[in-house]
T-cell receptor, first 114, second 115 residues
């Protein structure tokens, strides 16, 4: 079983709609969760981090965390064509040497069409 | 404040050769990690250094090795290159120690092609 799972997509939404991206993880001990955006040919950039159950809002982005169900999601409101990118979920997973290492899913491709 | 800088940006090597990739962390960051990202995949963890010591390693063979220097810059070395090593290699730095609590700042990556 993969440690961090995402649907690879593509997820296609019209401009102005809400895009919903989901991620599940296997390590119940994980405490830190991140969403990164990666444009084609570029490196990932951090959008949001979340550590507690519930919602965290930052502008048009809302991260949601449910540790009991082991999922984290990202909502993008009023989606714009410039939001078209791959969204990577990362979860700090326990590594055998005692560190928690950010482990990435394969990413979900989002396409926002005008 | 400077970001994370990687060099070179692109590299073509022949199978069996050795390669060294370099990374300068963001100012003040004491943790550096290396990831390999194949086309269409998420970044795969190679290893992490905190204050010059390796404190985590992913499922990569020993021919992948690294160093972190006192100024927190880092190198990734790959020996006996294989065709499957062709990928984008990402260096990422973070501020707060052994656990990456605040997330990473990534460099722009090195695109390695092995022929």
């Amino acid at each position: 079983q993969k440690e961090v799972e995402q649907n690879s997509g593509p997820l296609s939404v019209p401009e102005g709609a809400i895009a919903s991206l989901n991620c599940t993880y296997s390590d119940r001990g994980s405490q830190s969760f991140f969403w990164y955006r990666q444009y084609s040919g570029k490196s990932p950039e951090l959008i949001m981090s979340i550590y507690s159950n519930g919602d965290k809002e930052d502008g048009r982005f809302t991260a949601q965390l449910n540790k009991a169900s082991q999922y984290v999601s990202l909502l993008i409101r009023d989606s714009q064509p410039s939001d078209s990118a791959t969204y990577l979920c990362a979860v700090n997973i326990y590594e055998r040497r005692g560190s928690y290492i950010p482990t990435f899913g394969r990413g979900t491709s989002l396409i926002v069409h005008p | 404040e400077t970001g994370v800088t990687q060099s070179p940006t692109h590299l073509i090597k022949t199978r069996g050769q050795q390669v060294t990739l370099r990374c300068s962390s963001q100012s003040g960051h004491n943790t550096v990690s290396w990831y390999q990202q194949a086309l269409g995949q998420g970044p795969q963890f190679i290893f992490q250094y905190y204050r010059e010591e390796e404190n985590g390693r992913g499922n990569f063979p020993p021919r992948f090795s690294g160093l972190q220097f006192p100024n927190y810059s880092s190198e990734l070395n790959v020996n006996a290159l294989e065709l499957d090593d062709s990928a984008l290699y990402l260096c990422a730095s973070s501020l707060r120690g052994r656990e990456v609590i605040d997330g990473y700042t990534f460099g722009s990556g090195t695109r390695l092609t092995v022929v």
